[in-house]
C-alpha cells in the first residue's frame, strides 16, 4: 500500500510512466496551446523581446523551459526570436529541464530540426546554474497539474493497494508531510500537491543569483482551493473523473494523463513567500493579449498573404476563445533578481 502522491508520481513518471511515450496533439490523449498554434509560443517571444528593449530583463540570457514534452514550445519561442529579432540570438541559451531520458533526446533532436540550435537538456533543477552578470526568462505550459498530490477527504488521505490485480484504492491516516501542509494550507477535501513547495524554493534558490529573472506558467484552474476532487483522467480525447478513475485504476495506470485543476492562489502564496514578486494573473485570452499577440498578428499579416493569415487566425481563435482555452487555462508570472540592468 502506498500513498496516491507516490502511485501518481510512478504513473506519471515511473520506468513505464505515461509521459515517457505520450503523444500530445490532435493523434494522442489530449492536445495543449501549444499544439494549437506556434503563436502561442511567439507571444511568448515577443514579449520576451519588449522585456529586453525595455530593459527589465539584459543579455546575456539564458531561456529555460520546465517540462518541455517533445520540445515544440521551446522551438517556437527561438523561431519567432530569430525572425523578429536582430542579434540577440547570440547571447541566448535555450535550456530545457527534463527529468526523462527518452524526453530530452526527442526535444534536442526537436529543436535542431526547427532553429538550427543547439538546446541544452537538464535531468533536474540542481544543474542549473546563473551568473550575475545573467538573466534569466523561464517559462511552462500544463507543468504544475502534473505535480503528484494526495487525495485528502475527511482527514484521511487516499492510499493504494498495488499488490492486487485491480489496484484498489482506500483511505488510511494522514502522513506526516501531509498534515505539515495542511496546517498551512487547510482543506477538508481536495488535492494537496505534494512536492510543490520543494520545487518552487529550489527553482528561485537557483534563480536569485541572477541579475533578473521572470518567470511565466501556463495552466488549468481557478485562483483558490478548490473542496472537491477533482482529478481526471485524458485518454483518446475522452475525459473520466475520479468515480471512473477508482472504479478501474488498473485500466487507467500508466495508459492515460492524470491531472487535476491547479490552486493558483497557493503557487503565488509560495512564490511570494521566498520574496518572488506577481506580475501577472489573468485567463489565457487576456494574457496573451497583454503579451503582445495583436501586434504580432499585425506584423505577420503585413509579411504574408491574406489566406495564410486567415489559416492562422482561425487556430488562434481556439487559444483566446472562451469556448476553447482562452478561459479555462490561466497565466501567473513572478518576478526577481538584483535589477540594475
Known sequence: MIAFSAYMQEWLYGKEGYYRYAVVGKGGDF???VSVSKFFGGSIAYHLLGLLESAKLGLPLKIIEIGADRGYLIGDVAEFLIALSDGV????????????EEKALVQKANFLKQTGLELQVFKDLHALNLRDSESAFVFCNELFDA???EVIMDKKMAYVHTDTHCHQLSWGELSQEACALLDIYPMAQGLLPIYLESFISL??????AAKAWRFLAFDYGQWGVREDINLRAYQNHCVYNFTDIKKDLKRFYQQSDITYDVDFALIADIFESYGAQRIF??????ALVDLGLGELLEKFAASTDYQHYLREVSKIKTLISPT????????IGFEGGKKGL
Open 31 to 33: 492536445y495543449t496551446s
Open 89 to 100: 540570438i547570440p547571447h541566448c541559451e535555450f535550456i530545457s529541464i527534463e527529468p526523462l
Open 147 to 149: 505535480f503528484a498530490c
Open 203 to 208: 527553482l528561485l534558490s537557483k534563480l536569485q
Open 281 to 286: 494573473f489573468a485567463p489565457q485570452m487576456r
Open 324 to 331: 476553447g482555452l482562452g478561459e479555462r487555462f490561466y497565466l
